[in-house]
C-alpha cells in the first residue's frame, strides 16, 4: 500500500490553500486536489486519511451531504453576520436532518417498492392476451 498519496495530496491541499494564490488559482487546485483525496481513500480505505472520513461525525455528514447541499443557501448567505455563523450552520445540519429523515428516507424506501414492484412484473410478464378478433378468427377456422 503506498502511502504518498494520502500525505501529499492533502499537504499540497493545505498548501495551496495557505499560500498566497490568486483566489482563481487556490479554487483551481483545490477543485483538483480534494477529489483526489476521495480517489485515494477509496482506492486505500486503511489509510489514516480513510480512517478520519469513516469516523461517525463525517459519515453521517456523509449520508445528508445533499439535503445539507439542497439547504446550504439559506443560512450561508455572505450577507448575514459572520457572528451567527455558528448558529446558522447549527440550524443548517438541523434542517438537513430533518430534511433526510423525514423526506429523502422516506422517498428513498418508496423509490425502492416501485423498483421491486417493476422488476417483479419485468421477471413475470403477463402472459399475453389476444385481441378480440383473433380469437373470433381461430373459433371460426376451428370448425
Known amino acids: 500500500m503506498n502511502p504518498v498519496p494520502t ?3 492533502p499537504g499540497l491541499l493545505v498548501a495551496v ?4 494564490f490568486p483566489p482563481a488559482l487556490k479554487k483551481s487546485a483545490q477543485a483538483l486536489l480534494l477529489p483526489l483525496i476521495v480517489v485515494s481513500t477509496v482506492l486505500q480505505p486503511n489509510t489514516w486519511m480513510g480512517r478520519i472520513l469513516e ?3 463525517l ?3 456523509g449520508r445528508i451531504s445533499y439535503s445539507l ?3 446550504q443557501q439559506a443560512f450561508t448567505s455572505p ?4 457572528a451567527s ?4 450552520i447549527a440550524g443548517l445540519f438541523a434542517m438537513a436532518a430533518a430534511s433526510y429523515y423525514l423526506i429523502e428516507k422516506p422517498m428513498i424506501k418508496v423509490g425502492r417498492r416501485i423498483l421491486a414492484r417493476t422488476a417483479s412484473k419485468a421477471a413475470h410478464p ?5 385481441p378480440h378478433h383473433a380469437r373470433a378468427a381461430a373459433a371460426i377456422d376451428s370448425d
Open 85 to 88: 455563523m455558528p448558529l446558522r
Open 55 to 57: 469516523l461517525q461525525p
Open 69 to 71: 447541499y439542497l439547504w
Open 17 to 20: 490553500t495557505a499560500a498566497g
Open 59 to 61: 459519515a453521517w455528514t
Open 126 to 130: 403477463a402472459p399475453a392476451v389476444e
Open 7 to 9: 500525505l501529499v495530496i
Open 79 to 82: 450577507h448575514l453576520s459572520l
